[in-house]
């Protein structure tokens, strides 16, 4: 495993540990197996880190994306597919699931902190990810299985779906494994979208 990997799925365990505002690199450092002055040869500090990772997590969610939108079958197999692989791919990527599932209810100091680690370029590649998404619901429309209407509202009523289910996995403490939830998610809006 390559020295940035070593860090990032280190970076990914003392988040989960530690929370941001009690992670080190000295902690990470002896997670993956470095010196602090390793990971300081690619990042200056945690925060850093924990910025590079969100960009990491939001191209790891377009890559999904992508390759779900290349897939074989139907709109509606290929959004299954998407949603069941997005939440595992949540359950691993810490910060960027505790900044999708943030709301009222668990809004706590470290949800301001990585909020303000947040970049504009993130947020518009977030939001172009949701754009993507519509793609793959129009998709649908064209395959005669989706109800016609706009497919971007579609997109963002799947988010808050996906949004949903990570706030109620928190709120049961991590009962499970996310991707569970996958199933009653599509159920939900596929009762809503097919013709």
């Known amino acids: ?19 941001l505002k009690n992670m080190t ?11 602090e002055k390793e990971i300081k040869t690619y990042y200056k500090d945690v925060n850093s880190l924990v910025s590079d990772l969100m960009t990491k997590g939001i191209d790891d969610v377009t890559a999904i994306l992508e390759k779900s939108i290349h897939s074989r079958g139907k709109a ?10 997005l939440l595992s791919d949540y359950e691993i990527h810490a910060p960027l699931s505790k900044l999708v599932s ?26 172009l990810n949701t754009v993507i998404l519509g793609r793959l619901i129009a998709e649908g429309q064209s395959e005669g299985i989706f109800r016609k209407a706009d497919p971007l509202e579609y997109a963002y009523y799947l988010r808050g779906l996906i949004n949903a289910a990570l706030r109620y996995w928190i709120a049961t403490k991590y009962e499970g494994a996310l991707a569970d939830f996958a199933e009653n998610i599509m159920r939900t809006f596929f009762t809503g979208i097919y013709k």
């Open 25 to 35: 690199l000295a902690c990470i450092a002896k997670e993956a197996g470095l010196t």
């Open 102 to 127: 943030m709301n009222f209810e668990y809004l706590d100091e470290e949800c301001y902190m990585l909020r303000n680690l947040l970049t504009q370029e993130q947020i518009d590649r977030y939001r």
């Open 1 to 19: 495993m390559e020295p940035k990997e070593k860090i990032f799925t280190a970076a990914k365990i003392c988040f989960k540990n530690f929370g």
């Open 76 to 85: 509606d197999v290929k959004l299954s597919r998407f949603v069941k692989t």
